[in-house]
Protein backbone atom coordinates (compact mmCIF):
# COMPACT_ATOMS: atom_id res chain seq x y z
CA UNK A 1 0.00 0.00 0.00
CA UNK A 2 2.94 2.43 1.04
CA UNK A 3 4.30 1.39 -2.52
CA UNK A 4 1.36 2.35 -4.34
CA UNK A 5 1.07 5.50 -2.76
CA UNK A 6 4.52 6.10 -3.29
CA UNK A 7 4.38 5.55 -7.00
CA UNK A 8 1.42 7.53 -7.22
CA UNK A 9 3.31 10.49 -5.53
CA UNK A 10 6.35 10.32 -8.08
CA UNK A 11 4.03 9.84 -10.74
CA UNK A 12 2.07 13.40 -9.85
CA UNK A 13 5.66 14.73 -9.42
CA UNK A 14 6.64 13.79 -12.80
CA UNK A 15 4.03 14.73 -14.33
CA UNK A 16 3.86 18.22 -13.07
CA UNK A 17 7.24 18.63 -13.67
CA UNK A 18 6.54 17.53 -17.23
CA UNK A 19 3.51 20.11 -17.24
CA UNK A 20 5.69 23.20 -15.89
CA UNK A 21 8.26 22.77 -17.79
CA UNK A 22 5.94 22.91 -20.92
CA UNK A 23 4.87 25.94 -19.44
CA UNK A 24 8.12 27.91 -19.14
CA UNK A 25 9.17 26.53 -22.79
CA UNK A 26 5.69 27.98 -24.10
CA UNK A 27 6.57 31.30 -21.98
CA UNK A 28 9.86 31.53 -22.77
CA UNK A 29 9.24 31.56 -26.62
CA UNK A 30 6.75 34.01 -26.38
CA UNK A 31 9.37 36.14 -24.38
CA UNK A 32 12.20 35.64 -27.02
CA UNK A 33 9.39 36.25 -29.73
CA UNK A 34 9.20 39.95 -27.93
CA UNK A 35 12.90 40.12 -27.63
CA UNK A 36 13.11 39.52 -31.50
CA UNK A 37 10.52 42.03 -31.82
CA UNK A 38 11.85 44.96 -29.40
CA UNK A 39 15.41 44.30 -30.73
CA UNK A 40 14.03 45.02 -34.19
CA UNK A 41 12.23 47.98 -32.93
CA UNK A 42 15.86 49.17 -31.03
CA UNK A 43 14.15 49.25 -27.75
CA UNK A 44 17.50 47.15 -26.99
CA UNK A 45 16.61 47.33 -22.75
CA UNK A 46 13.59 45.81 -23.31
CA UNK A 47 14.82 43.19 -25.57
CA UNK A 48 17.92 42.61 -22.51
CA UNK A 49 14.97 42.21 -19.97
CA UNK A 50 13.06 39.74 -22.23
CA UNK A 51 15.90 37.45 -23.13
CA UNK A 52 17.09 37.25 -19.27
CA UNK A 53 13.61 36.27 -18.55
CA UNK A 54 13.86 33.88 -21.62
CA UNK A 55 16.70 32.30 -19.74
CA UNK A 56 15.59 31.93 -16.09
CA UNK A 57 12.69 30.43 -17.35
CA UNK A 58 14.58 27.66 -19.41
CA UNK A 59 16.90 27.64 -16.31
CA UNK A 60 20.23 27.88 -18.90
CA UNK A 61 21.32 29.99 -21.56
CA UNK A 62 21.42 28.85 -25.31
CA UNK A 63 22.89 29.80 -28.36
CA UNK A 64 20.38 31.62 -29.92
CA UNK A 65 19.26 33.77 -26.54
CA UNK A 66 23.08 34.48 -25.98
CA UNK A 67 23.46 35.83 -29.31
CA UNK A 68 20.43 38.14 -29.12
CA UNK A 69 21.62 39.57 -25.70
CA UNK A 70 25.32 40.24 -26.69
CA UNK A 71 24.24 42.36 -29.76
CA UNK A 72 21.69 43.87 -27.57
CA UNK A 73 23.76 44.82 -25.03
CA UNK A 74 26.30 45.93 -26.87
CA UNK A 75 23.76 48.12 -29.11
CA UNK A 76 22.62 49.34 -25.79
CA UNK A 77 25.78 50.39 -24.16
CA UNK A 78 25.40 53.96 -23.93
CA UNK A 79 28.23 56.63 -24.76
CA UNK A 80 29.22 57.25 -20.86
CA UNK A 81 28.67 53.22 -19.83
CA UNK A 82 29.94 51.85 -16.23
CA UNK A 83 32.97 49.75 -16.45
CA UNK A 84 30.80 46.63 -15.12
CA UNK A 85 28.18 47.38 -18.30
CA UNK A 86 31.91 46.63 -20.43
CA UNK A 87 33.32 43.51 -18.73
CA UNK A 88 29.59 41.82 -18.73
CA UNK A 89 29.42 42.17 -22.23
CA UNK A 90 33.06 40.57 -22.67
CA UNK A 91 32.05 37.87 -20.25
CA UNK A 92 29.42 36.94 -22.28
CA UNK A 93 31.54 37.13 -25.58
CA UNK A 94 33.47 34.81 -23.76
CA UNK A 95 31.48 32.69 -22.81
CA UNK A 96 29.62 32.07 -26.23
CA UNK A 97 33.02 31.40 -28.09
CA UNK A 98 34.13 28.71 -25.57
CA UNK A 99 30.61 27.18 -26.33
CA UNK A 100 28.87 27.83 -29.11
CA UNK A 101 30.30 26.89 -32.28
CA UNK A 102 27.25 25.25 -34.23
CA UNK A 103 26.11 27.96 -35.93
CA UNK A 104 29.71 29.78 -38.41
CA UNK A 105 28.07 33.37 -39.17
CA UNK A 106 26.88 34.01 -35.81
CA UNK A 107 30.37 32.47 -34.33
CA UNK A 108 31.66 34.81 -36.62
CA UNK A 109 29.51 38.11 -35.67
CA UNK A 110 30.50 37.62 -31.47
CA UNK A 111 34.38 37.02 -32.59
CA UNK A 112 34.35 40.32 -34.39
CA UNK A 113 32.41 41.83 -31.47
CA UNK A 114 34.98 40.51 -28.78
CA UNK A 115 37.98 42.00 -31.27
CA UNK A 116 35.98 44.97 -31.14
CA UNK A 117 35.89 45.74 -27.37
CA UNK A 118 40.16 44.99 -27.34
CA UNK A 119 39.86 49.02 -28.24
CA UNK A 120 37.83 49.72 -24.88
CA UNK A 121 39.75 50.00 -21.68
CA UNK A 122 41.17 46.92 -20.31
CA UNK A 123 41.12 47.40 -16.79
CA UNK A 124 39.27 49.58 -14.29
CA UNK A 125 42.45 51.77 -13.99
CA UNK A 126 42.56 52.16 -17.50
CA UNK A 127 38.65 53.18 -17.63
CA UNK A 128 39.08 55.21 -14.76
CA UNK A 129 41.96 57.20 -16.28
CA UNK A 130 39.95 57.72 -19.37
CA UNK A 131 36.69 58.76 -18.26
CA UNK A 132 38.68 61.88 -16.05
CA UNK A 133 39.97 62.76 -19.37
CA UNK A 134 36.46 62.70 -21.06
CA UNK A 135 35.15 64.42 -18.01
CA UNK A 136 38.07 67.32 -18.00
CA UNK A 137 37.00 67.54 -22.11
CA UNK A 138 33.65 67.85 -21.20
CA UNK A 139 34.22 70.86 -18.82
CA UNK A 140 36.83 72.67 -20.98
CA UNK A 141 33.80 72.59 -23.58
CA UNK A 142 31.66 73.95 -21.29
CA UNK A 143 33.81 76.50 -19.99
CA UNK A 144 34.85 77.24 -23.38
CA UNK A 145 31.07 77.51 -24.61
CA UNK A 146 30.22 79.81 -21.75
CA UNK A 147 33.47 82.17 -22.78
CA UNK A 148 31.79 82.41 -25.97
CA UNK A 149 28.67 83.18 -24.69
CA UNK A 150 29.62 85.71 -22.21
CA UNK A 151 31.99 87.78 -25.24
CA UNK A 152 29.06 87.00 -27.18
CA UNK A 153 26.33 89.24 -25.04
CA UNK A 154 29.67 91.55 -23.85
CA UNK A 155 29.79 92.12 -27.92
CA UNK A 156 25.87 92.81 -28.46
CA UNK A 157 25.58 95.16 -25.30
CA UNK A 158 28.69 97.09 -26.93
CA UNK A 159 27.42 97.17 -30.40
CA UNK A 160 23.84 98.49 -29.35
CA UNK A 161 25.32 101.22 -26.60
CA UNK A 162 27.97 101.98 -30.38
CA UNK A 163 25.09 102.03 -32.54
CA UNK A 164 22.61 103.77 -30.25
CA UNK A 165 24.98 106.71 -29.14
CA UNK A 166 26.07 106.87 -33.03
CA UNK A 167 22.36 107.77 -34.03
CA UNK A 168 21.74 110.17 -30.93
CA UNK A 169 25.13 112.26 -32.60
CA UNK A 170 23.02 112.45 -35.80
CA UNK A 171 19.78 113.45 -33.61
CA UNK A 172 18.15 110.21 -34.12
CA UNK A 173 16.63 107.77 -31.70
CA UNK A 174 14.41 104.55 -32.13
CA UNK A 175 10.84 104.98 -32.02
CA UNK A 176 10.94 108.62 -32.21
CA UNK A 177 7.75 110.52 -32.37
CA UNK A 178 7.76 113.36 -35.28
CA UNK A 179 7.75 116.13 -32.39
CA UNK A 180 10.51 114.80 -30.56
CA UNK A 181 12.69 114.72 -33.59
CA UNK A 182 11.52 118.38 -34.34
CA UNK A 183 13.05 119.29 -30.69
CA UNK A 184 16.71 117.94 -31.24
CA UNK A 185 17.91 120.47 -33.67
CA UNK A 186 16.85 123.57 -35.61
CA UNK A 187 17.53 121.57 -39.03
CA UNK A 188 14.86 118.69 -37.52
CA UNK A 189 12.35 121.24 -36.84
CA UNK A 190 12.16 123.21 -40.56
CA UNK A 191 12.35 119.22 -41.88
CA UNK A 192 9.28 118.77 -40.10
CA UNK A 193 7.68 121.47 -41.21
CA UNK A 194 7.89 120.49 -44.74
CA UNK A 195 5.70 117.54 -43.75
CA UNK A 196 2.45 118.75 -43.84
CA UNK A 197 0.30 116.12 -44.58
CA UNK A 198 2.45 114.05 -46.27
CA UNK A 199 4.08 111.47 -44.91
CA UNK A 200 8.02 112.37 -45.98
CA UNK A 201 9.43 115.27 -46.95
CA UNK A 202 13.32 116.46 -47.68
CA UNK A 203 15.60 116.35 -50.90
CA UNK A 204 17.97 113.02 -50.13
CA UNK A 205 20.15 114.37 -52.37
CA UNK A 206 20.54 117.71 -50.57
CA UNK A 207 23.87 119.30 -50.60
CA UNK A 208 23.63 120.85 -47.23
CA UNK A 209 25.33 119.23 -43.72
CA UNK A 210 22.10 118.07 -42.21
CA UNK A 211 19.04 115.73 -42.27
CA UNK A 212 17.58 115.58 -45.55
CA UNK A 213 15.17 113.52 -45.80
CA UNK A 214 12.44 111.76 -43.47
CA UNK A 215 9.69 109.52 -43.88
CA UNK A 216 6.66 108.91 -40.92
CA UNK A 217 4.74 106.13 -39.93
CA UNK A 218 2.37 105.84 -37.24
CA UNK A 219 3.56 109.62 -35.90
CA UNK A 220 7.29 108.19 -35.37
CA UNK A 221 10.43 108.98 -38.08
CA UNK A 222 11.15 105.67 -39.86
CA UNK A 223 14.02 106.38 -41.67
CA UNK A 224 15.97 109.28 -41.91
CA UNK A 225 18.82 110.57 -44.31
CA UNK A 226 21.37 112.57 -42.76
CA UNK A 227 24.04 114.15 -45.22
CA UNK A 228 27.57 114.83 -44.14
CA UNK A 229 29.41 117.08 -46.84
CA UNK A 230 33.48 116.59 -46.96
CA UNK A 231 36.20 117.85 -49.15
CA UNK A 232 37.62 114.04 -48.84
CA UNK A 233 34.79 111.93 -48.73
CA UNK A 234 36.92 109.07 -48.94
CA UNK A 235 39.14 109.77 -45.53
CA UNK A 236 35.98 110.83 -43.71
CA UNK A 237 34.27 107.30 -44.81
CA UNK A 238 37.66 105.37 -43.54
CA UNK A 239 37.76 107.76 -40.19
CA UNK A 240 33.93 106.09 -39.58
CA UNK A 241 34.59 102.67 -40.76
CA UNK A 242 37.82 102.39 -38.65
CA UNK A 243 35.89 103.51 -35.53
CA UNK A 244 33.33 101.13 -36.17
CA UNK A 245 36.04 98.24 -37.00
CA UNK A 246 37.53 99.29 -33.05
CA UNK A 247 34.01 99.37 -31.39
CA UNK A 248 31.75 97.09 -33.05
CA UNK A 249 32.43 92.86 -33.49
CA UNK A 250 32.58 92.08 -37.25
CA UNK A 251 29.63 90.70 -37.26
CA UNK A 252 27.77 93.77 -36.54
CA UNK A 253 29.27 96.00 -39.43
CA UNK A 254 29.70 95.16 -43.37
CA UNK A 255 31.60 97.32 -45.67
CA UNK A 256 30.09 96.70 -49.67
CA UNK A 257 32.88 97.84 -52.23
CA UNK A 258 30.88 97.41 -55.05
CA UNK A 259 28.36 99.98 -53.71
CA UNK A 260 30.12 101.84 -51.74
CA UNK A 261 28.35 101.68 -48.78
CA UNK A 262 29.38 100.52 -44.56
CA UNK A 263 26.48 99.10 -42.80
CA UNK A 264 25.91 98.59 -39.14
CA UNK A 265 22.50 95.70 -38.37
CA UNK A 266 22.74 95.35 -34.29
CA UNK A 267 19.62 93.77 -33.19
CA UNK A 268 17.85 94.65 -29.96
CA UNK A 269 17.40 98.49 -30.67
CA UNK A 270 14.50 99.27 -32.61
CA UNK A 271 16.67 100.47 -35.64
CA UNK A 272 16.78 97.72 -38.49
CA UNK A 273 20.04 99.33 -39.93
CA UNK A 274 22.14 102.38 -39.88
CA UNK A 275 24.37 102.47 -43.40
CA UNK A 276 26.46 105.09 -45.07
CA UNK A 277 26.56 105.88 -48.72
CA UNK A 278 29.70 106.62 -49.68
CA UNK A 279 29.72 109.67 -52.85
CA UNK A 280 32.08 111.60 -53.89
CA UNK A 281 31.51 114.88 -52.55
CA UNK A 282 29.18 113.56 -49.35
CA UNK A 283 28.49 111.08 -46.88
CA UNK A 284 24.47 109.70 -47.04
CA UNK A 285 23.82 108.18 -43.42
CA UNK A 286 20.51 106.43 -43.22
CA UNK A 287 19.02 105.21 -39.86
CA UNK A 288 16.10 102.66 -41.00
CA UNK A 289 13.61 101.76 -38.24
CA UNK A 290 12.42 98.26 -39.91
CA UNK A 291 13.25 96.74 -43.52
CA UNK A 292 9.79 97.05 -44.49
CA UNK A 293 9.91 101.19 -44.18
CA UNK A 294 9.69 102.98 -47.57
CA UNK A 295 12.83 104.09 -49.04
CA UNK A 296 13.13 107.01 -51.67
CA UNK A 297 14.45 106.29 -54.90
CA UNK A 298 18.09 107.66 -54.83
Known amino acids: MKLHKLFLILTFMVVSTNVIAQNNDM ?3 MEYEDAETAYQNQDYQKAVTHLESVEKLLGKPTAKTRYLLILSLKKNLPVDYEYKDLEKLRNLTNHYLDNY ?10 YDLSNHLKNYPKSLEEYNQMKQQKEEQIRLAQEEKQQKEQQEAEDLKQAQDYALDFAKKYNYKPNITTSEFAALS ?8 KLKKKSYAGDPWDSQDGPAFIRIQDNKVA ?3 YMLRSWDTINSANEIFDDIKRNLAPQYYNYN ?5 ISINVPGIGIDIIYF ?3 SDKLRIVFRRDKNVFEPAY
Open 27 to 29: KAR
Open 101 to 110: ETDAEKYRDI
Open 277 to 279: KIF
Open 257 to 261: QETAT
Open 186 to 193: LENEKLVK
Open 223 to 225: YLA
